[in-house]
């Protein structure tokens, strides 16, 4: 994994102040230097720029970016006409964020259409495909990717994200200079780029909060590749293009195929993402989803003579303070030390405590840009961290929820009945906190429900189905696009801040794709919830976990904490330099803070209630000031 940044203006020439451009890749680069700790470097030439910072996976002593590569003789006749057309001596040069699972099989095919390599890393791999098939090459990855290509030839600039946007990429325009990074951050550092939010922005934060709007970087003027697309810049506006679609069509496996294609696909991504030239590890919470992530790589690793290391987390006195509710039914301690008896694991119980949870939780916020999910994101955080001391790359369990209608709102009849998200259905604490002068300014409630609408039209249709399977339909596009979103957005940030790689194998676009068609009735089979997931794991998984609750990602129940997010809001509210004094109202806020927290009534998802609205406002009330935003009402 890395982190790039650039720049490209065909009406600028770079080379007459090199000084200055030189010292703004190195800035754009060195702000991301979380992403890639081990080497940097930069590319600058008349119209362009270009920086990448490392993080070594596979051949660590190879693979440097920039990378320049030229293809001759002349590629094939299949490249793309229309991008990246094929010439002699074609010359290009990328930064690359991402792996390629399947780079050793492209390797392979390349090198039989005469291709000639100077290193075993998958950036060369994308290059030359690149330059012998233009960016159609794009159709044969698996993998999760942000790159960015500068085509000398045709003088123009390639962005591309991986189909589900597990890599993220941000562009903006600064006049006529077309900007790029893979964090907010780096866009931020290049010369004269303005930090500023306006009301749009502000109902991002509020309205939908902590997550975003797909394509919106929320700050003022800043975009976002879209997950499955490609960008090309050639000196006027950005051509955002499409190259992966979900498409609904009907089902025909029976229920034995069924189980035994989703088996294949599960367990083939998780050994594809075994691939690394340094050890792994797997984050085991003792839920369906990371035990039978660990179950295939510590059968793998044994194969190979190894022993897998796995990580579990909770917080310091849950053992005391945990409440069961409907959305946290269990804790995860005895299932955990299930799976490791079962797959006999070299592991690690990791614990955060009131301090460490709070220290990080403004932290969180400087790895993501942007005000996010609260103390969940700030004790990942902490997490990689302890991780990322022995290890660089891990792979998860995230996602299989979203794809396999694990989450409650897949389930509830108010759900189905919502015209809103169904994983933010109470909006009156967004509301409640806030001037009433900030609330005439800001519509919402109204910003929230037109996203909600705009991505119900956007949900592929199928011809014929019942209005209950199209709203099931509904509801799983609305998580691949927001929840998901936000989940991969908060599992990237916090890893690469900590320089630890995460790997989501249940986001490989094959399961997505096939998924997306299997009917509701076999994906909860039986009335059970995930019950095609659980049948597909059986044999690799002990029954205790195969028949196990969902319990979601553990946060704390301790009253310290929460007393110190009290302690803290008043603090700041008690300021009135405090850019957050001017959108909250201090006197609704002392009458919340006089009720008992709710932690059964949630805001956001399954794990944001009253104590996480504290820590979201706090969060909020930071990145103004350290990012110094300009707040334009």
């Known amino acids: 994994m890395c982190g790039i940044a650039g720049f490209c203006n065909l009406h600028e020439n770079f080379r007459e102040d090199p000084g200055k451009y030189y010292q703004a890749l190195q800035s754009m680069g060195q702000v991301q230097k979380h992403r890639g700790p081990d080497a940097d470097g930069v590319f600058l030439q008349r119209h362009v720029g270009l920086s990448h910072v490392r993080l070594s ?14 293809a001759s003789p002349c590629a094939n006749s299949n490249s793309d006409p229309g991008i990246g057309t094929a010439f002699c001596n074609h010359v290009a040069t990328i930064v690359f964020n991402g792996e390629i ?16 390599f100077e290193t075993t890393c998958d ?27 500068w085509d000398d030839a045709a003088q123009r600039l390639l962005l591309a994200r991986d189909r589900l946007g597990v890599k993220p990429l941000f562009y903006a325009f600064l006049g006529q200079t077309f900007l790029f990074s893979s964090e907010i951050k780096g866009i931020l550092r290049f010369p004269g780029f303005p930090s500023a939010v306006d009301r749009e922005g502000l109902c991002e934060i509020f309205g939908l909060g902590p997550a975003k709007t797909y394509g919106k970087g929320v700050f003022q003027g800043i975009s976002e590749v879209l997950p499955g ?7 006027g506006n950005p051509l955002q293009t499409p190259y992966w679609q979900l498409e609904s069509r009907p089902h025909e496996d029976s229920w034995a195929q069924t189980v035994e294609k ?16 340094v050890p792994v590890c797997t984050f085991l919470s003792g839920g369906i989803d990371s035990s039978l992530v660990t179950a295939v790589c510590s059968k793998e690793l044994k194969r190979r003579g190894q022993v897998l290391s796995t990580y579990s987390f909770d917080f310091a006195g849950n053992d005391k303070n945990f409440r069961a509710n409907d959305f946290q039914p269990s804790q995860d301690r005895p299932f955990v030390d299930r799976m490791v008896s079962h797959c006999q694991t070299d592991h690690h119980y990791l614990e955060c405590d009131n301090g460490d949870l709070f220290a990080h939780l403004f932290d969180a916020v400087n790895a993501r840009d942007l005000p996010c999910m609260a103390d969940v994101e700030s004790s ?41 998200f169904p994983w933010s259905m109470d909006f009156l604490p967004r509301t409640a906190l806030l001037r009433d002068e900030v609330l005439e300014l800001l519509p919402l409630e109204e910003y929230a429900r037109n996203a909600y609408e705009t991505t119900l039209r956007e949900c592929p249709a199928l011809s014929g189905e019942s209005s209950e399977e199209r709203r099931r339909r509904e509801i799983s596009y609305l998580n691949l696009r927001w929840f998901m979103q936000t989940l991969l ?47 597909a794991s059986r044999g ?45 109202d201090r006197n609704k806020v002392l009458k919340y803070l006089e009720k008992p927290s709710d932690y059964g009534r949630p805001f956001y998802g399954q794990l944001m209630a009253g104590p996480q609205l504290l820590a979201y406002l706090l969060q909020v009330g930071y990145w103004l000031r350290a990012y110094n935003v300009e707040v334009r009402l």
């Not at 996976?57 to 030229?70: C, F, H, V, W």
């Not at 950036?123 to 290509?149: P, R």
């Not at 697309?229 to 000196?235: I, K, M």
């Not at 940030?493 to 068609?517: C, K, Q």
């Open 57 to 70: 996976i596979l051949d660590p002593g190879g693979g440097a970016q920039p990378m320049t590569r030229s």
């Open 101 to 116: 699972y399947n780079s050793p099989a492209l390797r392979a095919e390349l090198l039989r259409e005469g291709a000639v």
């Open 123 to 149: 950036t060369e791999v994308i290059l030359l495909g690149y330059l012998m098939h233009g960016l159609n090459f794009i159709h044969s990855l698996n993998g999760i990717f942000a790159f960015a290509i």
């Open 229 to 235: 697309h490609s960008l090309e810049f050639a000196g």
């Open 262 to 277: 989703t088996r294949y696909l599960v367990t083939d991504s998780i050994h594809m993402q075994l691939l690394s030239d």
């Open 380 to 420: 990942m955080l902490y997490f990689c961290r302890q991780v990322a001391r022995h290890h660089k790359v891990t792979l998860t369990g995230e996602c299989a929820d979203e794809i396999f209608g694990g989450y409650p709102w897949f389930h509830k009849k108010e759900c189905f009945e919502a015209t809103i």
């Open 489 to 535: 957005d908060r599992m990237d940030r916090t890893s690469m801040h900590a320089g630890l790689e995460a790997r989501v194998p249940f986001a490989d676009h094959r399961i997505v794709e096939y998924l997306w068609n299997v009917p509701w009735e076999m994906k909860c089979h039986g009335g059970v919830v995930k019950g095609l997931l659980r049948e």
């Open 540 to 584: 690799l998984l002990p029954e205790e976990i195969l028949t196990r609750k969902k319990s979601p990602y553990p946060k704390t129940y301790d009253p310290a904490y929460e007393g110190l997010l009290r302690k803290e809001l008043l603090t700041v509210l008690s300021d009135p330099a405090q850019p957050l004094t001017r959108l909250l």
